[in-house]
C-alpha cells in the first residue's frame, strides 16, 4: 500500500483557501468603505438639511421683529385718538415685551400668536374710526404691517417646508441609523393657534 503524499490532497484545499483569504479581506474592506461613504454622505445630508431649518426659522424670526417694531409706531399714531382703548394698549405692551424676552421656537411662536391677535383687534378697532383710518401715517403702518402678516405666512411655510425635508432624513429607513448616533432628531412643525387671527385687512 502506497503511502498518501500529503501535499497531493490537504495541500491542495489549504493553498485554495490561501488564495481565498485576500479576496475575502478585500472584500470586507470594500464593503466598509462603501459603509463609511454612505455614513458621510448620508450625515452631510442631514447636517445641511437642518442648517437650511435654522436658516428659515431665522426668517421667520426676522419678520416677526418687523412686526414687533412697527406696533408702537400703530400704537403712538393712534393712542391719543383711542384714549378709551387704554386695556388694548397695555396688554400690546405687555405682549411685546413677552416676545422680546422669550427664548426658543416654541416660547417665540406663542407670544408672536398673542401678539398678531392684539394687533388684529387694535386694527379692528381703528377701522371703526374713518377719520382715524384716513390718516396717512395709520394708513401706512396699516398696510406695513399687512404686507409683513402675509410674509409672515410665507416664512412660516416655507420653514414648515424645510423642516419636512429633514425630518424625511432623519426618519428615513436606514438613515435614522445614523440620525441617532450623531445626535438627529426631528424638528416640531409651525403650528399657528387655530384660533390666531388672520392678517389684517387694509381698505
Known sequence: MRPVDPTTTSGAPVAARAARS??????????????????????????????????????????YQRRADL??????????????????????????????ASSGSPQRVEAANQLQELTARLIAVVE???????????LSLMDELAGTENRIAVERRRYNERVRDYNQLVLGVPRSLVAGPFGFKPRPYFQAEADAAPAPVTH
Do not use: K
Open 128 to 138: 371703526q374710526y374713518p377719520e382715524l383710518r384716513s390718516r396717512e401715517v395709520v
Open 71 to 100: 406696533i408702537p409706531n400703530l400704537v403712538a399714531a393712534t393712542q391719543g385718538y383711542l384714549a378709551h382703548e387704554r386695556a388694548l394698549f397695555e396688554s400690546l405692551a405687555r405682549a411685546r415685551e413677552l416676545y422680546a
Open 22 to 63: 485576500p479576496s475575502r479581506a478585500w472584500l470586507i474592506v470594500f464593503v466598509l468603505l462603501l459603509l463609511g461613504a454612505w455614513t458621510a454622505t448620508t450625515y452631510n445630508r442631514m447636517t445641511q438639511a437642518q442648517q437650511a431649518v435654522d436658516a428659515q426659522w431665522a426668517q421667520v424670526e426676522s419678520v
